[in-house]
Structures are given as C-alpha cells and as structure tokens.
C-alpha cells in the first residue's frame, strides 16, 4: 500500500484501519523521532486525540463519509487553533492561545480531519530553512544535517517522516513548495483568494496563500478540495470562483529560470521535460522574459513593507509575552527587542526604511509598479502555458550554511517568489534524487487552473514513480 | 487700531453612531451600553490573523455625506494603514484613508453650505476631503487624569467604530461661522441617518487658527460646537496678544480644556510625524458607483431640502428652521400638513408653545414619540381655523394635556364659559381687589383674571380674552366702585 492520505482514508472508511490506532501509532512515531527532527511546536495530548478518535468512528458508523476521516494532519504553527497554541514560531507569541479557529481549521475538523500538532517554521514565516525558528531548527528527515526548508520546514517534515499525512503550510515566496522539494513531499500554492487567509498570522498579506501539503498529488487535490472556497470573514478571498483549465498541455521553459541551478536540479529539470515530451506533452523553450529578474528585490520589498505594519501590533499589551518599562513605549521597546528574533527585526526596520518619506517612492511605490509588471507579463505567459522551473536552486543546504548570508538565503526564494507575485497557483513535486537528496519542479498555471496542475502532477508521478514516499532514518 | 486677520480651518471627527456595526467586523457601532471590553471581536480586538471586512452600511452612509456636499467621489475608494504605537490603538496601525502613495478617500473636495439663522443666509466653506477610518478604543485613568492616576484602563468597546473626517479648507470667517458649520453638518448627517451628534463622545473637533504674523495652532479635543466657539475666540485672543506683544507665535498643537476654558500646549511640531502610510493589503478597492448607484435610488433627505420644502408652504424662514433644527419636530409638522393641518397654526404650535412645554418638562426634543400625533395636529389647526376655539384657548387648554399624552388622537375639549358671567360674579366677590386696582395696583388686575380662571375650571377659557374683558368691566364701571 501507497502510503498516502487518500488511500488510509479509503481502508479507514472500508473499516480496514482503526482510527484509534492509526493515531497513537502517530503519536508514538512522533514521541520518538520529533527529538531529532523537530518538526513539531506542540502536539495534542493523547486523551484529546483518542477522543477525537472515537467522536470520528462514531461518525462513519453512523453513515458519514467525511472527506478526510480521521486522517492525521499536522498544521503550521502560523494558523490560529483555538484548541493548541499558536506561536508563529516566535517567542513573543509563546503561549499564545486564539479565541478563535482559522477557516481552514474550521474545514478541516469539519471533514473529520485530526489535527494531530502544530509545525515549526522560520519566525512569522520570515526564512527559507526553519532555521529562525524560536523553537530551534527543523532537521531534514532525509539527511539530518541538512534543513528542511522553509518557512513551512516542520510541516514538511512531519510527512516526510510519517509524523502526518497531511499538512498546511503558507506560502508567502516559496514556503510551502522549498520546504517539499527538500523533502521529497508535494506542496500547491493556490491562485490568490481561493484559500481563506481567515486565522493565517500574516507575514506578507498580498502574497500569502495557505497551502496544501501532502506526499502525492491526490492528496495535495483532496486537502485543496476541502480548505478551498470564498469566506465572508476575508476580503480578499474570491467569490464564485470558476476553474480555469487549460484545453491542452503545453509546458513553457524559461532559460532565465533555470541557468543558474546546480547541475544535478537542472538536468533533473531536463531530463523530466524529456520524458514529457515522449508522452506527447507540448514542451517550448523561450531565452528569457524582461522583468523576471526584478522578481526577488521587487518581493522582498513588498513583503518586507508589509511585515512591518503586520508585526507592529506585537507589544505585549493584550496576548503574548511582555516586556518591562515604566512607560508604554519603554515596555513596548523591551517586548519587542527581548522577544522578536534577529532576523525578523531586520525585516521590519528593512520594511520601515521602504515606506518612510523620502524613500517610499524608490523602494515601496517602485516594487509595487514592478510588481504589476511582473505580474502582467506572467499573465500574459501562463494563458496558453504552463511555467516550469526548479524549485530551489540549489539541494538542500546543510544546517547553518545560508544563515549567514542573507543575499545567498534570499536568493534561495528565486524561482518561487514569481507565482506570489503574479497571484498564480503553482505546484511543486519531486523530480527525482541526488545522492540520496530529494530535488523538487514546480508547475505555474494561470489563475485558477488548480485543476490543470493536478491532472499535469498525476501525470508526472507516473512518470517519476515517486509518491507517497516516507523517509527511512 | 487694526486687528490681526485670521485663518480657521476644521477636522470634524464623526462617528457613524447609526451605521449598526462597526467599520469591519460585526460588532456595534454604539458601544456605549456595553460593559467594558464586552463589544469586541477578534478583528476589533486586531488578533494575529483576523481579518477586517469592510461593512456595507458604514460605507454607504458616508458615500450619502460625500454626495449632500457635493464631493468629488473617486471611482473607487482606498483604505490605508497609517501606523502609530498607543495603547489604544490594538494593530498600532488605524485603518483610515488617504489621497497619497496610492490610497484613495471618499472625497477629494466639495462645499459644505450652512445656514446662519441671524443673518438668514446660506454660506459656504470648502471641503478639502473627508475620510473614512476607524477609532481607536479608549484609555481612563484612575484618578481622572493620567498624572494623578497609578493606573490607566483601556476599554476597547469603541475600536473599529467607523468615524468620518471632515476636512475643511482654512477660510471659515469667524468662530461663530465655525460653530455654525460644524452644527449644520451634524444636523445633515442626524437627517441622512448617519449618526445621532447627542450621544456622549459622538464628535471631536481639531481646530487650526492662524494669525496674521504667526504659524499655524492646532487646538484638540473640542468635544462641542459652544466649546469650538470659545476655544477659538480664546485662540485668536491669545494669539493676536503674543505678536501685537512682538512675540513668536510657533507651530504647535494645543490641548481645550472646557472647565477653564483656556488651551494648553501638548506638543510642539517641528517636522511631520512619519506614519508609514500605505494601501491595506487585506482590504480590496471598493468602487464606489454601484454603492452611488443604490444612494441615488432613493432621494437623501437634508435640512437645505426640508427648509425649502417648508418655506415653499409659506411659512417664514425663521419659523421653518426652528422646525428644522429638530428634525422629529420638521417631520411632525410635515406629516401633519400633508392630511390638511394648517401650516401657520401648526408650525406656531410645534416650534414655540409645543417645544417650551417639552423644554420645561424635561422631555427630550428629539425623540419623535414625544411629538403630537399629525392627526391630533390636523384636529387643533381645525378648531383653530374654524374659530371654534382661540389659539390661547387651545395653547393653554390642549397643548399641556398633549405634551403629558403625545399619543393623544382624541381632542376632547372643555365646554366654553361664559367669561362674562364669571366676572360679574367675581366683580361681586372681590371688591377689596377692584379698590386696589382702582388705587393703582395694577397687579390687581392679573388676580382678578386668575379668579375668573379658577372659576371657569375645567371649560376652555381665553386669558387673554378675559383679561381685556375685564378691563373693559373695570373702566366702563369706575364710577360704581
């Protein structure tokens, strides 16, 4: 058996599995293996999932079919729960517990889903490796040395090692797909606006989508299929959505877009495309685009700008950790210099700079013009085509090999940063490995062509045979 | 010697009180009776990860204050953070608008016509924009004032209550015209339903004056238009005596203090203050046209409109806007005349003796139920017109029963006495008063007209007419007494 969520729901269902024990055998696996991989903040008591459990039975003995029935799904701690909590990775959120449940959460317990714990990630998703988490870093599980990739680092994880089987992570410039592509799992970043952001702790709001995560296209479709859909509580999800399909393949290759990867990621890029091509999919080859080079400062200022704003409410004045002071402003400083992470401070003054007077103009307002550049040219590329890159330039690093660098960190997000730009759903999939390291393509469609990218994926983890894969350590 | 000219200019701060929810999330617009910290809602509260949705109903009601002053409304409207750390303010960023770095307000300029009752003229101040945004929730001290006090208490009942800043250019003529302006906006904003401008913290006003020779003052927290009136006479006052004393008059803002009636300096400005303004990402543009579109269907009710509709009746200006001031009283009369009460009797009714005996008992003017029925009205105006009975027959007899029993439909009228049968039974009773009169106390006669009330008891009677009858009695019988 296929090791994936829809075929455990399926025996689940048929009566074959008991969720019970499908669940203390997570919990087990999770107790004894999380110590050195870290992909988990917090985890549900036992007595919380076993009665969760037995709630779930009682609902498929009494008739139900819910879609994810009693499926073990690990949740990024960047999504509120009101029942675990909900750190964004940050010190300052510790002990942190919202009154509230995210929409998607909502969905998820909703279709029977256990949400069995929640995941580590780079402070406020700020990184590419799981390394800026307050929570120390995810290890991979495929080489413990090496990360996971980030931000969703421990969601990733937590499949790749069978903690879970299935995950949310987000996806603000790649979180989602670097962090599968490490990790031989497969990660979708919806079009912008299908997936409520109802409960997401942003980072960067109009770039962000929560993501599906899973260890085969199916069950990345089935996750998709349940958290999808317009939410009065979020002004930028889409109301009556229509797919729009593709009539026919054809898979677009920029050279900008693939040069500068490492050799094995660009001939596993190659020899995939090769092998598509033999299944009679279209493939086209292209030099370049004009703006996509702007793509990494014109996101990391934007995001930066955001973040800014969105990190301001944290002065310890109503949740969170506080700091001391006689006055607001002095307790305000101390919460946030003894609490905020080096890293997300960075992006936050970096953020101020670009939207203060007299710099606003060169930084914030021109990324927002070069966004919208970017933006129509993908557009105009992804209507007949779907665009095809590495997901990550290089495998995955070892632990505290980028950190250092911030240039080398960024340039990290390269290929992923497009689809948040531009809004467009991408999908991010195992290629192939290398020396025992797993390589990861994306797939960008146009806007709501979700449908497309999954059919294309199921193709493609034919041709692969990879799917539904654990790690063995 | 000649006075220093001076500029006044207004931001007019108005909550929504009638919009039904807050400006993005569900929770009421009037938190006033709620205990503290029980109005609230992850999205008020900003939590990590809620959303504000823009509400309708605010946005539609300052769409209807854009178009009464013929505002130029942009095709669609912006929202932006504009960020500043207060304990107050839960995001540290308040959602508001603004015409630069891509956002985009309700209105970019318009005029805003008052009336001045004395002068009986319409004027004019020009609008520089209005805005939407939110409020901030509310800090109290434990002493009062947060120099005295150990402890300061936020209650968050009154974060994300929409408000409407108004932003007038810096031409209003006199302090006088400011509280004009401001009172009139108000009234048009009670008349499209926008917001109740009695309600305890409603609106807040900023003031900018500047003297000729000085730099502009801004004054806050005026809390009433008298308040705005002195304030700013107190301001030019101050002002004018600094240059004319060869001193420096420099940019600052000043705090009113309504108990001593003087401003105090809170800060010095020197350069702008940074609030990292831009467009919020989780709040898409709103066009305005379809929301234009719905407003336009159904015709906004204003003062201007309800004046000339009143005028147009025939009734004098000053009476028509002593009936629109009150605008449950404007729609009693207007109600009332339209099933045939006659307009002069009414309006005399409604504006003068109706609203004094409200006033002296207590009763609140603006509450319709506290307004006569428009049937009863058409039933007194046609005893009146009909000189079935005097118009003081009716103001003495009917109008108290009617303002303790505003329900009233059935007038039930006291049989009229002969006034000239009691007198001559009180000339016969009060022959000690008739000498006092005589000897020239003229008070005299006032205790004879009520002896001749008292004894009419019941049955409608005219003072007036009883009073002259009297009189005439009293001169025509001089020689008897």
């Keep these: 058996m296929k090791l994936t969520a829809s075929s455990i729901r399926d025996e689940i269902i048929k009566g074959n599995i008991d969720i019970e024990d499908y669940i203390l055998k997570k919990l087990e696996l999770i107790r004894k293996n999380d110590k050195k991989i870290n992909a988990f903040i917090s985890i549900d008591s036992e007595e919380f999932l076993r009665e969760r459990a037995r709630n779930i039975k009682m609902e498929i003995n009494s008739g139900k079919k819910p879609m994810l029935a009693g499926i073990a799904i690990s949740i990024k701690d960047v999504i509120s729960t009101s029942f675990l909590p909900t750190t964004a990775g940050s010190k300052i959120l510790e002990g942190y517990v919202p009154p509230f449940n995210a929409t998607v959460v909502e969905k998820i317990l909703k279709e029977g889903g256990i949400i069995i714990g929640k995941t580590n990630l780079d402070e406020f998703a700020m990184g590419s490796t799981t390394e800026f988490s307050a929570y120390g870093p995810t290890r991979n599980p495929w080489d413990l040395e090496r990360v996971a990739g980030g931000s969703s680092g421990g969601s990733a994880a937590s499949l790749s090692y069978g903690a879970a089987d299935l995950s949310l992570g987000s996806d603000t410039g790649g979180s989602a797909r670097l962090p599968a592509s490490y990790t031989c799992t497969f990660g979708l970043k919806p079009t912008y606006g ?101 793509a990494l400062p ?161 193709i493609i983890e034919k041709i692969t045979g990879i799917s539904g894969v654990i790690a063995s350590g | 010697m000649v006075e220093l000219e001076y500029k006044i200019g207004l931001e007019i701060h108005t909550q929504l009180t009638e919009a039904g929810t807050k400006l993005f999330c569900g929770c009421d617009s009037n938190y006033r009776k709620y205990k503290p910290n029980t109005n609230v809602c992850p999205v008020c509260l900003g939590l990590p990860g809620a959303l504000p949705v823009p509400r309708k109903r605010p946005i539609i009601l300052a769409l209807a204050v854009a178009e009464t002053f013929n505002c130029k409304i942009p095709e669609s409207m912006v929202f932006t953070r504009k960020h500043y750390f207060y304990p107050d303010l839960l995001k540290n960023y308040q959602i508001t608008q603004y015409e630069k770095g891509g956002g985009m307000p309700v209105c970019l300029g318009g005029m805003l016509k008052y009336y001045d009752p004395d002068l009986d003229l319409w004027k004019k101040v020009k609008l520089r924009r209005m805005n939407i945004e939110e409020d901030p929730g509310k800090t109290e001290y434990s002493e009062g004032n947060i120099l005295a006090s150990e402890f300061a208490y936020v209650d968050y009942n009154r974060s994300g209550v929409p408000l409407l800043e108004v932003v007038t250019e810096p031409e209003i003529p006199t302090p006088r015209d400011a509280r004009k302006a401001v009172e009139y906006l108000l009234l048009t904003m009670e008349y499209i339903g926008a917001m109740n401008p009695r309600l305890e913290g409603s609106f807040r006003v900023d003031a900018n004056i500047s003297v000729e020779g000085g730099e502009r003052i801004e004054v806050k927290n005026i809390g009433s238009t008298l308040d705005l009136e002195r304030a700013l006479r107190y301001e030019i006052f101050r002002q004018r005596k600094i240059i004319e004393g060869k001193g420096i008059v420099e940019r600052e803002t000043r705090h009113w203090d309504p108990v001593r009636g003087i401003t105090k300096s809170l800060r010095s400005k020197e350069s702008e203050e940074e609030y990292l303004y831009f467009p919020d990402p989780d709040i898409p543009m709103i066009s305005t046209e379809p929301l234009l579109k719905e407003i336009r269907e159904k015709s906004i009710i204003t003062p201007e409109k309800i004046m000339e509709k009143i005028s147009r009746i025939g009734i004098n200006r000053k009476m028509a806007w002593s009936l629109v001031t009150i605008k449950a009283c404007a729609e009693t009369f207007l109600e009332a005349v339209s099933i045939g009460a006659d307009p002069i009797i009414s309006s005399r009714i409604l504006a003068i003796d109706y609203k004094g005996h409200l006033r002296k008992s207590g009763m609140s003017l603006y509450k319709r139920e506290n307004w006569p029925d428009p049937v009863a009205l058409k039933k007194i105006s046609d005893l009146i017109r009909n000189k079935a009975y005097t118009y003081d027959e009716i103001k003495y007899n009917i109008i108290p029963k009617l303002v303790s029993d505003p329900k009233m439909i059935h007038i039930t009228l006291p049989e009229k006495a002969s006034p000239e049968k009691l007198i001559t039974e009180v000339m016969n009773e009060e022959r000690k008063a008739i000498r006092d009169f005589y000897q020239g106390k003229k008070e005299a006669l006032d205790y004879l007209v009520g002896k001749v009330l008292k004894k009419a008891y019941g049955k409608a009677m005219d003072p007036k007419k009883v009073r002259n009858l009297l009189e005439e009695f009293l001169y025509k019988n001089s020689n008897i007494y």
């Design chain 1, 298 to 458: 014109v996101y990391y200022t934007i995001a930066f700008a955001e973040a800014s704003s969105n990190l301001a409410r944290y002065d310890g004045k109503l949740y969170g950790r506080m700091g001391n002071g006689e006055t607001y402003k002095k307790a305000s400083i101390d919460t946030r210099r003894s609490n905020l992470g080096l890293e997300v401070r960075k992006r936050i003054l970096m953020g101020v700079l670009t939207l203060s007077e007299g710099f606003k103009n060169e930084y914030y307002i021109a990324a927002t013009k070069g966004r919208r550049l970017i933006r129509d040219e993908i557009l105009k590329v992804t209507k007949d085509c779907i665009l095809v890159s590495p997901v990550s330039p290089i495998l995955p690093p070892r632990i505290g090999e980028k950190i250092g660098d911030p240039l080398k960190l960024y340039a990290m997000d390269v290929y992923t940063v497009i689809a948040n730009l531009a809004g467009i759903p991408a999908l991010a999939l195992p290629s192939s490995f290398y020396n025992g390291l797993p390589i990861g393509i994306q797939f960008m469609g146009k806007p709501f062509s979700e449908g497309s990218l999954i059919r294309l994926g199921l």
């Design chain 1, 194 to 294: 299908l997936v409520s952001r109802y409960g997401l702790i942003p980072y960067a709001n109009s770039l962000e989508q929560i993501s599906p995560m899973a260890r085969s296209v199916e069950d990345l479709a089935l996750l998709l299929k349940v958290i999808k859909g317009y939410d009065e509580k979020d002004a930028t999800s889409i109301p009556r959505v229509k797919e729009n399909n593709y009539e026919r393949f054809k898979v677009c290759v920029i050279e900008d877009l693939v040069r500068d990867s490492d050799r094995p990621i660009k001939s596993s890029l190659y020899n995939l495309l090769h092998k598509l091509e033999l299944e009679g999919i279209e493939t086209e080859y292209r030099e370049k685009l004009d703006y996509i080079n702007y």
